[in-house]
């Protein structure tokens, strides 16, 4: 379900306020990557606080723990409340982050690939010779190690007469 604007004016104190403002997609955008940071670094503060309050009262009203207010606590609505829109929030700025650093990325890449390029087109030979020729001749193996030829100990008379009792014993096979 939203959360509406009334419902975020009564879970919310005025710098958390502020912060939440801060944290729309227009405004974000307009903030320098310093700004960016230190708006999710304190925007990350707020919202563990009211994550630790949050817990600190559901544990109170289920009797895991004593109260430790003056009074005991009845309901956590409102700080389950503050820590969605807390939470919200920062996964909204965490997403600006994350967007700004693949934009950097990508312009690192092109960057790199169009040095890349100039590298190589001042290393090409000019226009009208010829490239040096590749070797020519066998491509190297993908193993590094040579295969090593074995001697075949079983002279051929022997191989032959082998094989031709094994064709006597299939063909006696067969005839049955």
Do not use: C, F, W, Y
Request: charged share 35%; hydrophobic share 35%; proline share 4%.
């Amino acid at each position: 379900m939203a959360i509406t604007t009334k419902q975020e004016l009564r879970a919310l104190s005025a710098d958390e306020r502020e912060l939440i403002d801060m944290s729309g997609a227009r405004v974000v955008k307009a903030l320098t990557d310093a700004q960016l940071s230190s708006l999710v670094k304190r925007t990350r503060t707020k919202r563990d606080r009211a994550r630790t309050l949050a817990e600190r009262q559901r544990r109170e009203l289920r009797g895991k723990s004593r109260a430790r207010g003056a009074a005991p606590v009845k309901a956590d609505d409102g700080s389950q409340l503050k820590l969605a829109i807390l939470t919200a929030a920062l996964a909204r700025l965490d997403a600006e982050t994350a967007r700004r650093g693949t934009v950097k990325a990508k312009a690192a890449l092109v960057a790199s690939a169009k040095k890349a390029l100039s590298l190589k087109q001042k290393t090409k030979p000019a226009k009208g010779t010829k490239a040096p020729a590749k070797p020519r001749g066998p491509a190297q193996p993908a193993r590094g190690k040579t295969r090593v030829a074995v001697k075949n100990h079983v002279p051929g008379s022997v191989r032959g007469s082998v094989r031709s009792q094994g064709a006597k014993a299939q063909a006696k096979r067969d005839s049955r």
